[in-house]
C-alpha cells in the first residue's frame, strides 16, 4: 500500500499537467476530490453508527461514530485548505461562499459543535445519546444547502471537471488512471486509519476497564 | 386512534398552559429576548444612523438581531425544568410528543411575541422601505417557525449539558445557517419589491425546512429527553 500510494504521489507531479488553462496547481485535484470524498464516506459512517446507537444503546456502536466522525474531520479540513489553495489560483480568492465551500464550512462547524457538545457532557451514556441525536438533526440540514443554496448564490465548481453531460470522462487516460489510483488508495488509507484508530479506543478502553 | 390524538393535543396544551403561567409570573424568557433584540437592535441603527443602506444589508441585519434575540431566550424552556428539577415529574406525566409540541409552541409564541415587538421598531429605526408587506410577514412568519423547529431540539439537548449558554448557539448555528441564507435573501427581494417569481423558491424552502425540522425533532426527541 505505501508502494501503491509512493508511486501515486510521484505520478502525479511527473506526468503532464492535467489541465492546460489552470496549469501546474491542477495537479492538487488528485488529491483534494479524494479528501472530499473520504470526508462524506467518513461523516456518513458516522451517521449511520449514530442511528444504530439510537436504536441498540450500545456504547461500542457510539465509539464507532466518534472514530469516523473525527477521521472524517481532518479529511474535511484538509479538503478545505487544499479546495481554498485551489479557489485562490483559480478564481482569484480563497474563500468565495460558493455553495460547496458553504456547505463543507456547515459540516466543519456541525462537527465542531458535535465535538464542542461532547466535551460538556459528562456521563457516558448521555454524551453518547445527545451527540447521536445531534449529528443526526445537523445533518438532516446539508441536503437543504446542496440543492437550494446553489439556487441562490451562483456556482463556480466546475460541473465537468470529471464526466462530462453525456456521462463519458472528460480526462485522458494517464489522468483517469491516476486519479482513481488515488481516489481508491485514500479509501483504502482512510479504512486503514479507521481501524488503527478503533484498536486504539478499545485498547484505552481496556486499559480503563483494568484501572477501575 | 382519534381517542389518543385528542389526548394529544389537550396534553400539549396542558403542557404549554403550564409554561405560559410559569412565563407570566417571572416574565425571565420574555424579559431576556425583547431586551436583547431591543438593544442590539438600537446599537445597531444608532452606529448606523440614517444613512440609507441597501435592502440587502437591512435583511442580513434583521436576522441578524432576530438570531441572537432568539438564542437568548428560546434554550430557557428546558433548562427551568433541569434546574428546578421537575423534569422528572414532567417526564412520569406526560409521554414526549406531548412535552415537546408544547415546548415548541410555548417557543413559537415567546418568539412571535417578540418579532411583533421588534419588527414595527427596525423599520422605524433604519427607514426600511415596506413595499411588499404581505410577503414580508410571510417570509417573517416561516422565519419564526424554522428558528423555533430547529432550536428548540436543541435547547433539550443543551440542558443536559454542563456549560449552557455558549453552547447554544454553537449547537444551533450549523442547523439554522441554511434557513438563515435564505430567509435573508427572500426578505431581501420582499424589500426590493421584487415580483413573486423571483422568491416563490425561497418561499418553498422555508415551508419545507420548517415541515422537516419540527417532524426530524419530534421524532428525535424522546433519545433526548429518556436519557
Given at each position: 500500500?505505501?508502494?501503491?500510494?509512493?508511486?501515486?504521489?510521484?505520478?502525479?507531479?511527473?506526468?503532464?499537467?492535467?489541465?492546460?488553462?489552470?496549469?501546474?496547481?491542477?495537479?492538487?485535484?488528485?488529491?483534494?476530490?479524494?479528501?472530499?470524498?473520504?470526508?462524506?464516506?467518513?461523516?456518513?459512517?458516522?451517521?449511520?453508527?449514530?442511528?444504530?446507537?439510537?436504536?441498540?444503546?450500545?456504547?461500542?456502536?457510539?465509539?464507532?461514530?466518534?472514530?469516523?466522525?473525527?477521521?472524517?474531520?481532518?479529511?474535511?479540513?484538509?479538503?478545505?485548505?487544499?479546495?481554498?489553495?485551489?479557489?485562490?489560483?483559480?478564481?482569484?480568492?480563497?474563500?468565495?461562499?460558493?455553495?460547496?465551500e458553504t456547505s463543507i464550512f456547515i459540516l466543519l462547524l456541525i462537527y465542531g459543535a458535535y465535538f464542542a457538545l461532547r466535551g460538556a457532557v459528562e456521563v457516558e451514556e448521555k454524551k453518547a445519546s445527545l451527540a447521536a441525536v445531534y449529528s443526526i438533526f445537523a445533518f438532516i440540514t446539508v441536503p437543504f444547502l446542496i440543492f437550494v443554496v446553489p439556487r441562490i448564490v451562483p456556482s463556480l465548481h466546475p460541473e465537468d471537471s470529471i464526466v462530462d453531460?453525456?456521462?463519458?470522462?472528460?480526462?485522458?487516460?494517464?489522468?483517469?488512471?491516476?486519479?482513481?489510483?488515488?481516489?481508491?488508495?485514500?479509501?483504502?488509507?482512510?479504512?486503514?486509519?479507521?481501524?488503527?484508530?478503533?484498536?486504539?479506543?478499545?485498547?484505552?478502553?481496556?486499559?480503563?476497564?483494568?484501572?477501575? | 386512534?382519534?381517542?389518543?390524538?385528542?389526548?394529544?393535543?389537550?396534553?400539549?396544551?396542558?403542557?404549554?398552559?403550564?409554561?405560559?403561567?410559569?412565563?407570566?409570573?417571572?416574565?425571565?424568557?420574555?424579559?431576556?429576548?425583547?431586551?436583547?433584540?431591543?438593544?442590539?437592535?438600537?446599537?445597531?441603527?444608532?452606529?448606523?444612523?440614517?444613512?440609507?443602506?441597501?435592502?440587502?444589508?437591512?435583511?442580513?441585519?434583521?436576522?441578524?438581531?432576530?438570531?441572537?434575540?432568539?438564542?437568548?431566550?428560546?434554550?430557557?424552556?428546558?433548562?427551568?425544568?433541569?434546574?428546578?428539577?421537575?423534569?422528572?415529574?414532567?417526564?412520569?406525566?406526560?409521554?414526549?410528543?406531548?412535552?415537546?409540541?408544547?415546548?415548541?409552541?410555548?417557543?413559537?409564541?415567546?418568539?412571535?411575541?417578540?418579532?411583533?415587538?421588534?419588527?414595527?421598531?427596525?423599520?422605524?429605526?433604519?427607514?426600511?422601505?415596506?413595499?411588499?408587506?404581505?410577503?414580508?410577514?410571510?417570509?417573517?412568519?416561516?422565519?419564526?417557525?424554522?428558528?423555533?423547529?430547529?432550536?428548540?431540539?436543541?435547547?433539550?439537548?443543551?440542558?443536559?449539558?454542563?456549560?449552557?449558554?455558549?453552547?447554544?448557539?454553537?449547537?444551533?448555528?450549523?442547523?439554522?445557517?441554511?434557513?438563515?441564507?435564505?430567509?435573508?435573501?427572500?426578505?431581501?427581494?420582499?424589500?426590493?419589491?421584487?415580483?413573486?417569481?423571483?422568491?416563490?423558491?425561497?418561499?418553498?424552502?422555508?415551508?419545507?425546512?420548517?415541515?422537516?425540522?419540527?417532524?426530524?425533532?419530534?421524532?428525535?426527541?424522546?433519545?433526548?429527553?429518556?436519557?
Amino acid at each position: 500500500m505505501f508502494l501503491a500510494m509512493s508511486a501515486v504521489i510521484v505520478f502525479s507531479f511527473i506526468t503532464p499537467m492535467p489541465q492546460q488553462q489552470i496549469g501546474e496547481a491542477s495537479r492538487i485535484f488528485y488529491y483534494h476530490i479524494p479528501q472530499a470524498w473520504i470526508c462524506v464516506i467518513a461523516f456518513a459512517m458516522s451517521m449511520i453508527y449514530s442511528i444504530r446507537y439510537l436504536k441498540s444503546k450500545d456504547l461500542v456502536e457510539d465509539d464507532k461514530a466518534v472514530v469516523a466522525a473525527k477521521l472524517g474531520f481532518v479529511f474535511c479540513i484538509l479538503a478545505t485548505i487544499t479546495g481554498s489553495i485551489f479557489a485562490k489560483v483559480t478564481w482569484g480568492s480563497f474563500w468565495n461562499w460558493d455553495p460547496r465551500e458553504t456547505s463543507i464550512f456547515i459540516l466543519l462547524l456541525i462537527y465542531g459543535a458535535y465535538f464542542a457538545l461532547r466535551g460538556a457532557v459528562e456521563v457516558e451514556e448521555k454524551k453518547a445519546s445527545l451527540a447521536a441525536v445531534y449529528s443526526i438533526f445537523a445533518f438532516i440540514t446539508v441536503p437543504f444547502l446542496i440543492f437550494v443554496v446553489p439556487r441562490i448564490v451562483p456556482s463556480l465548481h466546475p460541473e465537468d471537471s470529471i464526466v462530462d453531460q453525456n456521462l463519458e470522462f472528460t480526462m485522458g487516460p494517464v489522468v483517469r488512471t491516476i486519479f482513481f489510483s488515488s481516489l481508491a488508495l485514500f479509501t483504502v488509507v482512510y479504512f486503514w486509519m479507521y481501524s488503527l484508530a478503533r484498536r486504539v479506543q478499545i485498547l484505552e478502553r481496556k486499559q480503563l476497564e483494568l484501572e477501575d | 386512534m382519534p381517542s389518543r390524538s385528542a389526548g394529544l393535543v389537550s396534553k400539549s396544551f396542558a403542557v404549554f398552559a403550564k409554561d405560559i403561567r410559569l412565563e407570566l409570573r417571572t416574565r425571565y424568557a420574555l424579559n431576556a429576548i425583547l431586551m436583547f433584540g431591543i438593544t442590539t437592535l438600537a446599537v445597531v441603527s444608532f452606529s448606523l444612523g440614517q444613512s440609507g443602506l441597501s435592502p440587502k444589508l437591512l435583511a442580513a441585519l434583521f436576522w441578524v438581531i432576530m438570531f441572537f434575540s432568539a438564542m437568548s431566550g428560546l434554550a430557557q424552556v428546558f433548562i427551568r425544568e433541569e434546574e428546578t428539577g421537575t423534569a422528572l415529574a414532567l417526564k412520569l406525566t406526560a409521554d414526549p410528543d406531548c412535552i415537546y409540541i408544547g415546548k415548541l409552541v410555548f417557543n413559537f409564541v415567546l418568539l412571535s411575541t417578540m418579532t411583533a415587538i421588534v419588527t414595527p421598531l427596525f423599520f422605524v429605526f433604519t427607514d426600511a422601505p415596506v413595499d411588499n408587506l404581505p410577503w414580508f410577514l410571510a417570509v417573517l412568519a416561516l422565519g419564526v417557525v424554522g428558528l423555533c423547529g430547529a432550536t428548540t431540539l436543541v435547547a433539550s439537548i443543551i440542558a443536559k449539558a454542563s456549560v449552557k449558554g455558549a453552547l447554544f448557539s454553537v449547537l444551533s448555528f450549523p442547523i439554522l445557517m441554511p434557513l438563515l441564507i435564505s430567509l435573508v435573501s427572500a426578505t431581501q427581494k420582499t424589500l426590493e419589491n421584487a415580483p413573486f417569481g423571483e422568491f416563490s423558491a425561497e418561499l418553498q424552502f422555508l415551508v419545507a425546512y420548517a415541515v422537516v425540522m419540527v417532524t426530524a425533532s419530534i421524532m428525535l426527541f424522546k433519545f433526548v429527553w429518556q436519557e
